[in-house]
């Protein structure tokens, strides 16, 4: 028989929890009871049922029909037997999706570590640094000569160090943007700074910028990305990663994505261009969006994105719904190894990098809290995890909150010991297990050493 995702929210993203919260209706919204030859709940302790009662999208009740009356007593229903015949289960989450991240980069060529499986092609895994300039001269010597080539998937561990003088080797005369497994960081060659008209006066000082070596990373990159936009941030780019991203989404059976920095690039564009390609029929998954509060603060100072943050809920639409929540930062990327480390630090010794410093994060995390917010922080290295923990005790302290789902996204390497003050603390964890398959053994060579590495995403203790 078919099985059927019913689109229904089943997620903690939503600050649900859906079949044992009481949820009380000031206005006693129409019920609809969903009749299915088999409902799959994933709830063991009651793993089947053959009716679901919903009103505002949210779900009441699991069980029979006859297990649903009280909640249809004196209500007005109607009941639903679409699915009569079907099997219905909870759809599929994916909660840190960055559609538009995603929209940016599946146009571009892909040279990766490991196998992709992407909507339009496949892209076989390389390894290894002669392999991995091999494929860029490839690429570089295909279409247009004087086209921009952007390449994403790079990773030092894998691919060995390059630098702006080994890319001039693969072309002096076409522009070639690497960018970074990570997203955080970019190489460009010679004709690619010439191209966005980067010169080394404009740059200096900028300490996570190295015009020598061609590489912008952290908040270097915004250098580099600000000068692409009239490229990469454009309705014909973005629309076209959109309409792959939508496909891949099907494909893995999804029925709600998350934005966790919605305006990291440029919130008034990448909302258009959503509205347009994903508030129809044939994108049926919803979008949760949480806005990028660092980075709208940056523009618009701290007091107007505040205002324009707290008004985002009244642009939401069937699909694309504005959450009420934050995105901050605390350290660099996991993918770089530039997160924040406690001692001893990195083997090599070189050291890690603040997308916000502790005292930033705390000062722009408190309005947020005070008002209610729930805040999500990039933390990935057990400094950046400290650092953001210190924050919500303070926070706690200063304004204490219940069930305030305080949380903490990726979380790379962290000690037992923090796991148990996130616990002390209640905060929520959304982590990346996929690094320790793609990254455990190569960091235990290589900047974290064996015991640290194999104790990456430190959430199963938790």
């Avoid at 920095?261 to 044939?282: M, S």
């Amino acid at each position: 028989m078919p099985v059927l995702l019913l689109y229904v929210c089943m997620t903690p993203l939503f600050g649900l929890s859906v079949f044992a919260e009481k949820i009380a209706f000031q206005s006693e919204p129409e019920i609809t009871v969903y009749q299915a030859r088999s409902v799959i709940t994933m709830n063991p302790s009651q793993p089947r049922a053959t009716a679901v009662a919903v009103a505002e999208g949210r779900i009441l009740g699991v069980g029979s029909l006859d297990d649903l009356t009280p909640w249809l007593q004196n209500r007005s229903y109607r009941i639903d037997r679409t699915f009569s015949n079907k099997y219905v289960m909870p759809g599929f989450i994916d909660n840190h999706l960055h559609p538009i991240m995603a929209a940016l980069l599946l146009p571009m060529e892909f040279i990766t570590p490991y196998d992709w499986h992407l909507p339009d092609r496949m892209v076989k895994g390389v390894q290894g640094n002669a392999a991995y300039l091999e494929r860029l001269m490839q690429l570089s010597s295909q279409g247009d000569a004087n086209a921009p080539l952007f390449a994403w998937g790079y990773h030092q561990q894998f691919h060995g160090p390059i630098d702006r003088h080994m890319l001039d080797q693969v072309s002096a005369v076409r522009p070639i943007v690497v960018w970074h497994r990570s997203f955080h960081e970019v190489y460009l060659n010679t004709a690619a700074l010439n191209w966005l008209q980067l010169t080394r006066e404009e740059i200096a000082g900028n300490p996570q910028v190295n015009y020598e070596q061609g590489h912008f990373f952290e908040l270097g990159l915004r250098v580099a990305l600000n000068r692409m936009a009239p490229t990469l941030l454009t309705p014909a780019w973005l629309g076209k990663g959109l309409g792959l991203m939508a496909r891949n989404v099907h494909q893995g059976g999804l029925t709600t994505i998350a934005d966790i920095a919605a305006g990291l690039f440029d919130l008034e564009l990448e909302w258009t261009l959503q509205q347009k390609f994903l508030e129809r029929p044939t994108t049926p998954f919803r979008v949760a969006y949480v806005a990028d509060a660092r980075t709208l603060s940056e523009k618009l100072g701290d007091e107007e994105a505040f205002e324009q943050i707290d008004k985002l809920p009244q642009r939401n639409t069937h699909h694309l719904k504005f959450i009420r929540a934050v995105k901050l930062f605390s350290d660099g990327a996991f993918y770089s190894q530039l997160m924040q480390l406690d001692a001893p630090g990195y083997i090599d010794g070189h050291h890690g990098e603040w997308l916000m410093t502790p005292e930033e994060l705390l000062r722009k995390a408190r309005p947020y809290w005070n008002a209610g917010y729930q805040i999500h922080v990039h933390a990935n290295g057990s400094g950046g995890v400290g650092a953001t923990l210190d924050a919500l005790e303070r926070l706690q302290q200063e304004r204490p909150r219940y069930d305030h789902r305080f949380a903490l996204h990726h979380l790379g390497y962290s000690t037992s010991a923090q796991s148990r003050r996130m616990s002390d603390l209640d905060a929520i964890a959304s982590v990346n297990p996929y690094f320790l398959w793609a990254l455990g053994r190569i960091y235990a060579e290589q900047g974290l050493g064996y015991d640290r590495a194999s104790q990456m995403v430190d959430w199963v203790r938790w």
